[in-house]
């Protein structure tokens, strides 16, 4: 099991941490365990990061130590798979969908992580999602879809995903 500070090295590319850094990290960030300790903000931190750097390593090792709470979010409402999905980490993505992620989870805007592949123009994400089942009529809270943000992006091959799966092309605004 990684402790916190070999957390921060992976997930930051640290290699040589400072004792005080060290003490720091022990005292603020509980340590990673079975009892779901990343479910404090700063904790939480830590699995964000690396769903935003692909650091599959290291999500690998929160998911197999039972330390992570898969559908918890961020301060924007965002879970690691959306924060994988906009970065377009495919193994990310893979590994937590295996795991049990939730899909069709809405951020604070009501978008889902479909939405935020479509908005990056991820389309191994976004082809990840579908399959899993991810909701491609969704409107967020400003009524945009995932075909929505396809387009606005200028992602035709994108949009073709979408409606071959079933968007609404008629979803208005």
Request: glycine share 10%.
């Amino acid at each position: 099991m990684l402790y916190n500070n070999q957390l921060v090295q992976k997930c930051f590319g640290i290699t040589d941490i400072p004792g005080t850094i060290v003490c720091i990290l022990e005292c603020t960030l509980p340590p990673v365990d079975r009892r779901g300790c990343t479910s404090t903000p700063k904790a939480k931190f830590i699995w964000c990061r690396a769903s935003q750097l692909g650091q599959i390593d290291v999500i690998q090792e929160l998911i197999a130590a039972d330390a992570i709470e898969l559908n918890a979010q961020d301060g924007n409402g965002w879970t690691p798979l959306m924060h994988a999905c906009a970065r377009g980490h495919r193994s990310v993505v893979g590994a937590l969908l295996t795991a049990g992620a939730s899909v069709d989870i809405e951020s604070h805007d009501g978008r889902t992580a479909l939405h935020r592949a479509a908005t990056w123009k991820r389309l191994g994400p976004l082809d990840q999602l579908i399959e899993a089942g991810a909701d491609v009529r969704h409107g967020a809270r400003n009524k945009w879809t995932p075909l929505h943000c396809a387009a606005a992006a200028g992602d035709a091959h994108a949009c073709s995903i979408l409606v071959g799966a079933g968007a609404d092309v008629d979803a208005q605004v």
